[in-house]
């Protein structure tokens, strides 16, 4: 009994380990993989641009300092708008995908 | 000051406030630690006054009440030496004969003293090396 | 079924060094599918050790004693639900549910990150199972969970009644699953210094599970020193023993870079000491793990099992070994890309909060392993007590506090003058609101830490207050919602910032409750006899009348205890009247030893007794009371000895009634009993910040809610923008506060 499920286990792990070594879909992976880091990217540029404001409102950002952090975390935001539309762009098929998060 | 200069300064002034607690604590710790020592260790090298903390096994038929005090004999490991004491304070549950014990003592005049709630019973082994025999009942 | 459960280990053993292999070669070769395969392999090893611990829970539930480790923790009379959790109550056991735990949370967070850090994740992998590994070899070559006697004794040892605790029972998964979890941040710090690509990705991934270890941790501390107050007979809820140190340093270095981790975000700024801080956490961590189990140090949890010792000091060898190695040779790229502007900045403050948590990890560092270090120093062991510990973590423990009422609202790169006066009045005004109140009060003669601490307190109240109240002016601005709908919406809508903050709330309320509960004590500890009153604080106590109680051996739903007797307490404050506060039943439970050698009645009783505490929790104190029982007076040692003598040890009925007669002996003529009473202002207050540190951390950790998201994607530029200046760039919608 216990020698029948060592071995349906064995053939379970080599199953779930072995998979990825025979199957077929490896081209969407790294386009998801890039989709996926962008998108996170994104939400976290937002979040760090309304947290930014949200300082300066509530007095712990001086305005200089505000308007120099304001002006270079939309420029790097706006890269990563950039790089999602150029995914976007690249493969029309991907663009019916739901988005990771 | 150049800025590069006045980060320096503050660096040293950090490291060196850092260097002097440290060293501080360490010191103190040397100084307010009472050493660890068995019953054998303790006939031999046990100095009046001193704070010791003592570890060892309650010895069997050792322990009576005495009112407030709780008088026991702390024995070692290997059976040999035992010291017997006065303790007064809270007793852990755990605490019987053949128990694990460390409590802190301070030889007074011919007898050992143990400190006023300083007793501490080992939680009975949770993690044994062998397993025991099973019990019938 | 113990050969499934060992061939799981071997099985689980070659997993983990083909997962390492494959994770290595998939990433140092270009090749993902092996890569993959080597993530796959951790859901494998999740899938193996899920039916290794079924095997031995399995084992546990029919009470199958022909497993070691089931005869040893186990019994035919223990409740199921302390069958079930006995099995962590072993060495092997809990080697075993660390291992699983560990490939559960590691399964999750490789899958969670299945798209993203790729390389990192193929180290963090390797990492991973490398660990795993370590732990399944232990129970191979070491402790094994699986060992078997052969024939099967007829009945188990029982669990120790000390740990018939439900929350004793919790307490164990918490922490394991605490320890495991700080493991995973360490997996991907060293994965990332590895890959060369420690940066924002790493950041966000890493947090997570930094916060989700640190909560479990937190939750694990909290629960053990709530059963230590509650269960325990001591009346207290922190010894500064090595195993309480040993789960605190973590969770200390795991604040430190939570905190620290937001300025490296904001400013690129101590890369250096957020990679060192979660190498430390791990390191900690393993180092927790080993304390715990190898009886290297004298305490109230030394369990045996010094054959463990080396294997661990190897692998923390090497942990500290290999960090230091990483943290040098990628220094370049862990280089500041700001300096510290001033010193009353909010860089300034969070890097002083680093200083102080490492500070207090290592005052207690140095105080837990202090045995070791002057074995090794001076040739002799010794060890410093709580008051050492105290006096040094007291005043650390102070400017925490202050601290965390002041980052919030300090500003970012330099504080002016303007600013503190703006920020800083109101949390100052509370504070010295409170510190005359105390002093007028009288009560604060020959406290002063305490008094400190309450101010201290109130200035993070005070802090965090007007936080909450600018924010919600703000949002009303230009929501026009109502006051309790703006700031729920705020809350919402800034979860790690609000919720932080209510986390900070939670500590000052819980660090108001210890200084309350440890400076303003009254205790007593004296023998009463039924009639006798003793005055503790403002309270008078007076022993009614004695109680005993007999449970027979069958009886599951209690805890097993053979015997019972306490007292009962009238407690009282006042006087012309008195008025009736509580009624207390402490009591002493005396359990089965299974020794034949005390005698055929006096085994019934001779195993270790529990104190059953009764405390009445209040919300401006607890009144706390344990007994000890005097069962050894001449008469009543005679009953015994007369029932030794006459009653067989193979009946234990009768032995029940003898013991009976016992209690009824007893109760007719009590002598003094040994009565410990305590009364401890705002102890629930330390529950109560508990509670709220946990709460805050989730309302941080929480994800964002959908809709914000929602109206990002849509890119429609936001009606409440309220900045007077013309956009540096085509807006793209970005939703406002």
Redesign the interface.
């Known amino acids: 009994m216990a020698a029948l499920l060592t071995l349906v286990l064995l053939a379970a792990v080599i199953a779930v380990v072995g998979w990825p070594l025979f199957s077929r879909r490896r081209a969407s992976a790294p386009e998801s993989a890039d989709r996926a880091e962008l998108q996170s990217a994104r939400e976290a540029k937002y979040r760090e641009i309304r947290d930014a404001e949200l300082d300066y409102r509530m007095g712990k950002l001086s305005r200089e300092d505000f308007e120099a952090v304001d002006a270079s975390l939309r420029a790097e935001a706006l890269v990563i708008l950039d790089g999602l539309e150029a995914l976007d762009a690249g493969s029309p098929a991907a663009d019916a995908q739901k988005p990771a998060d | 000051m150049s800025p590069a200069r006045k980060r320096t300064v503050r660096l040293v002034v950090a490291l060196s406030a850092a260097v002097i607690l440290a060293s501080a604590l360490i010191y103190t710790s040397f100084s307010a630690a009472s050493p660890t020592v068995t019953p054998g260790q303790l006939v031999r090298e046990g100095v009046a006054g001193r704070e010791y903390q003592l570890t060892g096994k309650v010895k069997a038929g050792s322990v009576r009440h005495e009112g407030q005090t709780l008088d026991f004999a702390v024995q070692d490991r290997a059976g040999e030496a035992a010291i017997p004491l006065s303790y007064t304070g809270q007793v852990p549950d755990p605490f019987k004969e053949g128990r694990e014990v460390i409590v802190t003592v301070v030889k007074g005049a011919g007898r050992y003293i143990g400190q006023r709630d300083s007793l501490i019973t080992k939680c009975p082994s949770k993690y044994k090396v062998t397993p025991s025999k099973g019990k019938t009942y | 079924?113990p050969?499934?459960g060992r061939?799981?280990l071997l099985?689980a053993l070659g997993?983990c060094a083909?997962?390492i292999g494959?994770s290595l070669y998939g990433v140092r070769r270009g090749r993902?599918?092996?890569a993959?395969?080597g993530r796959?392999?951790v859901?494998?090893l999740a899938?193996?050790l899920t039916?290794a611990f079924a095997v031995l829970e399995l084992a546990f539930l029919r009470s199958d004693?022909s497993f070691?480790?089931v005869?040893?923790?186990s019994s035919t009379t223990t409740p199921t639900f302390y069958k079930a959790a006995a099995v962590w109550?072993?060495?092997e056991g809990?080697l075993l549910l660390w291992a699983w735990l560990l490939s559960l949370w590691s399964s999750l967070v490789l899958f969670l990150t299945r798209?993203?850090l790729?390389e990192e994740s193929a180290y963090a992998t390797a990492i991973l199972l490398g660990f795993a590994g370590f732990f399944v070899s232990l129970m191979i070559f070491y402790?094994t969970p699986f060992?078997t006697?052969n024939p099967?004794?007829?009945?188990?040892?029982g669990l120790?009644p000390?740990?018939r605790h439900p929350s004793m029972m919790i307490h164990p998964p918490m922490l394991y699953s605490g320890y495991t979890l700080c493991i995973i941040p360490l997996a991907f710090g060293m994965g990332a210094l590895i890959a060369r690509k420690v940066d924002?990705?790493w950041i966000?991934a890493t947090r997570h599970f930094a916060l989700a270890a640190w909560l479990f941790l937190g939750v694990g501390i909290m629960l053990g020193a709530r059963w230590s107050y509650s269960e325990?007979?001591?009346g207290g809820y922190w010894g500064w023993d090595a195993v309480e140190n040993a789960s605190l340093m973590p969770w200390l270095t795991g604040t430190a870079f939570l905190h620290s981790l937001m300025i490296q975000?904001?400013r690129g700024m101590l890369k250096v000491w957020n990679v060192s801080l979660v190498l430390a956490t791990g390191t900690l961590a393993i180092m927790g793990t080993f304390l715990v189990?190898s009886g290297i140090l004298?305490?109230?949890?030394?369990?045996?099992?010094?054959?463990l010792g080396v294997p661990f000091v190897v692998l923390i060898g090497v942990l500290i070994a290999t960090s230091i190695y990483l943290v040098y040779t990628r220094r370049d790229m862990l280089a500041s890309e700001h300096?510290?502007d001033s010193?009353l900045s909010?860089e300034s403050i969070f890097l002083a909060n680093n200083?102080v948590l490492v500070?207090l990890c290592?005052?207690i560092f140095?105080?837990t392993y202090?045995?070791l270090i002057?074995e090794a120093l001076?040739g002799?062991?010794?060890?410093?007590?709580p008051?050492?510990f105290d006096?040094?973590t007291v005043p650390l423990a102070l400017i925490l506090v202050l601290l965390s009422g002041i980052g919030p609202?300090?500003?970012?790169?330099?504080a002016?003058l303007a600013?503190a006066r703006?920020?800083f009045l109101v949390p100052l005004a509370c504070a010295l609101v409170v510190l005359v109140v105390l002093l007028a009060s009288g009560i604060s003669t020959g406290k002063p830490l305490a008094i400190a601490m309450f101010c201290c307190a109130a200035f993070v109240l005070g802090s965090v207050g007007q936080?909450y109240w600018?924010?919600t002016r703000?949002r009303r601005a230009s929501s026009g919602e109502a006051p309790p709908l703006a700031s729920l919406a705020l809350v919402r809508?800034?979860r790690?910032?609000y919720g932080g903050y209510i986390v900070h709330i939670g500590i000052a309320v819980l660090f108001v409750g210890v200084a309350a509960s440890s400076s303003f004590q009254h205790a007593s500890?004296?023998?009463l006899s039924p009639g006798q009153s003793t005055k503790v604080g403002a309270y008078t106590v007076r022993y009614v009348r004695p109680t005993g109680t007999i449970t027979s051996k069958q009886d599951a739903a209690h805890t097993g205890a053979t015997m019972s007797l306490g007292a009962v307490l009238d407690v009282s404050t006042g006087s012309h009247p008195a008025r009736h506060v509580a009624t207390l039943t402490p009591s002493e439970g005396f359990y089965d030893s299974?020794e034949p050698s005390q005698g055929s009645v006096g085994h019934l009783i001779g195993g270790?007794?529990?104190?059953h505490v009764s405390m009445d929790g209040g919300v401006t104190r607890d009144v706390w009371s344990a007994i000890?029982p005097?069962i050894?007076t001449p008469r009543l040692l005679r009953v015994m000895n007369i029932a030794n003598k006459t009653i067989p040890l193979v009946r234990p009925d009768e032995g029940m009634i003898a013991l009976a007669v016992l209690v009824r002996e007893y109760l007719k003529a009590p002598p003094p009993a040994?009565l410990?009473l305590i009364v401890s202002p705002l102890v629930l207050w330390i529950w109560i910040g508990g509670l709220i540190v946990l709460g805050g951390a989730l309302i941080a950790a929480w994800p964002?809610p959908s809709a914000v998201?929602q109206r990002?994607r849509v890119g429609v530029r936001s009606a409440d923008d309220r900045?007077d200046?013309p956009?540096?760039?085509p807006e793209?919608g970005?939703?406002?506060?």
């Not at chain 3, 270790?608 to 104190?611: E, F, H, I, K, R």
């Not at chain 3, 970005?734 to 506060?737: F, G, N, W």
């Open positions: 079924m050969e499934l061939a799981c099985l997993v083909y997962g494959a993902p599918e092996f993959l395969s796959h392999s859901y494998a899938g193996i039916v004693f070691n480790t005869a040893d923790t109550s072993s060495q809990s798209r993203r790729r402790a060992a006697t099967a004794p007829a009945d188990g040892v120790d000390l740990l924002a990705e966000r325990l007979g001591w975000e904001k189990r004298s305490s109230i949890h030394a369990f045996g099992g010094a054959t300096r510290l010193l909010r200083v500070g290592f005052v140095w105080g202090f045995p002057s001076t002799h062991s010794a060890s410093v007590g008051p050492w006096r040094y609202v300090i500003a970012w790169r330099r002016t600013n703006r920020n936080e600018r924010g703000l809508r800034n790690r910032r500890e004296l023998s299974g270790q007794a529990v104190s000890a005097d050894s040994q410990h964002a998201r990002v900045l200046r956009p540096a760039s793209r970005l939703a406002r506060v």
